[in-house]
Each structure stands twice: as C-alpha cells, then as structure tokens.
Nanobody
Framework: QVQLVVSGGGLVQPGGSLRLSCVSSGRTFNRYAMGWFRQAPGKERAFVAGINWSGSNAYYADSVKGRFTISRDNAKNTVDLQMNSLTPEDTAVYFC?????????????????WGQGTQVTVSS
C-alpha cells in the first residue's frame, strides 16, 4: 500500500528555517503530483504547496510565496518543503499528500494519500 513518511518538523525561532521531507513508497512516484498542507489549532487543513509529477511546476499559497519552496527527487521518491523566514503564523501540523493526478490540486480533496503530520512551531 502507499505510504508517506514525513520528517523534519520541530521548534524554530521567528525568522528561522526548517526543511520537511516526505518519502513515498508503494506506487510509481514519478507519475503523480505531491502536495504539502498544514493545519493550525482550531483551523481547517489548508494547502501550502504542490508540485507536478516531473517537478517542473510548483504552486504555493499566497501566505508562503517567496518564503517556502517545494521540490521533489523522483529518483529518491521524496518531496521536500524548504521553509524560510518563518513566522509564528506558520505554526501548524504539516502533512505530506499524494495525488492520484499528475498535476496538483489546491484542495485536500484532490489527494488520496496522506502522511503522518509533523509539528512545526515557530516561537521565541
């Protein structure tokens, strides 16, 4: 079965950086889009970034544009989220998501596979 395993969360000070990584197994990784979502306390799960099957196109929520970068390595079956200039508003549980399409959906309904969440806390 498809598994997505996430690593890289933690506590960081405002202005700092973190890198999340997601390893996929159980299907042909390079056929499908991947995404990152986050869920803050009391809020719905929200789209953060998505990348198409080849990595040639990436999409971002307005709130993270210019600060976050999504990338993938199809040889390693991984998708990463580099997060820079973090603010307390970025505090959330972050999820890796696998689509059944080659192009990313900006909503969670477009993803059928989910990794376990990882906590990212931005605080001084």
């Amino acid at each position: 079965q498809v598994q997505l395993v996430v690593s890289g969360g933690g506590l960081v000070q405002p202005g700092g950086s973190l890198r999340l990584s997601c390893v996929s197994s159980g299907r042909t990784f390079n056929r499908y889009a991947m995404g990152w979502f986050r869920q803050a306390p009391g809020k719905e799960r929200a789209f953060v970034a998505g990348i198409n099957w080849s990595g040639s196109n990436a999409y971002y929520a307005d709130s993270v544009k210019g600060r976050f970068t999504i990338s993938r390595d199809n040889a390693k079956n991984t998708v990463d989220l580099q997060m820079n200039s973090l603010t307390p508003e970025d505090t959330a549980v972050y999820f890796c998501a696998g689509s059944s399409s080659s192009w990313p959906d900006l909503t969670s309904s477009g993803y059928g596979f989910w990794g376990q969440g990882t906590q990212v806390t931005v605080s001084s």
